[in-house]
């Protein structure tokens, strides 16, 4: 996504990627070593494991790693939250509080997905995330405007200060 969305030359691309890769890194290695030092504190003062104890290391986990505003702990909990939501939806058929669908629910997941970030994008693009609002603007606005085959194979925005 970096070489197909952001500007700048390929040396500046490859360190975008590995800073970013570092800081993904670096946020898992420190939720991790933050969550199961939790674990194990609450198991040595309580004696026991419990369900809330996995919730309150990883709250306080997430809170302390995950809590700061940047592109990549964005990414990982938006990532996540859709997980989450997927993962509560069997959960609550396994548990019976909501029916077991008698068709694949998936296609209207996936039409009501689409069907919102199109809404946003093209009335209220400002409240979508800076890469997503990114990606759609080459994919539906930049799209509109050709200028010759290499737009569809390489990438069609043309650089204008270089007189193109």
């Known amino acids: 996504m970096t070489f197909l969305f952001k500007n700048g030359s390929l040396k500046d691309k490859l360190q975008a ?51 700061e505003n940047n592109h990549i702990n964005s990414q990982i909990n938006m990532y996540l939250l859709s997980r989450i939501l ?11 509080y909501i029916p077991e669908p008698k068709r694949d629910p998936f296609p209207i997941f996936g039409a009501l997905v689409w069907g919102i970030v199109l809404w946003l994008f093209e009335y209220h693009r400002h409240t979508l995330q800076p890469s997503l609002q990114s990606s759609m603007t080459y994919l539906y606005d930049d799209s509109s405007i050709w200028h010759d085959i290499t737009d569809f194979l390489v990438y069609n925005k043309r650089n204008t200060s270089a007189g193109k």
Do not use: D, P
Request: with cysteine; aromatic share 16%; proline share 0%.
């Open 17 to 67: 990627i590995a800073q970013a890769t570092y800081m993904h890194a670096r946020n898992l290695a420190c939720f991790v070593f933050t969550y199961k030092g939790l674990l194990a504190l609450q198991h040595y003062l309580k004696g026991r494991n419990s369900q809330v104890h996995s919730f309150l290391a990883a709250f306080v986990g997430g809170w302390l790693v995950f809590g």
């Open 86 to 96: 997927f993962g509560l939806s069997r959960l609550a058929v396994e548990k019976g």
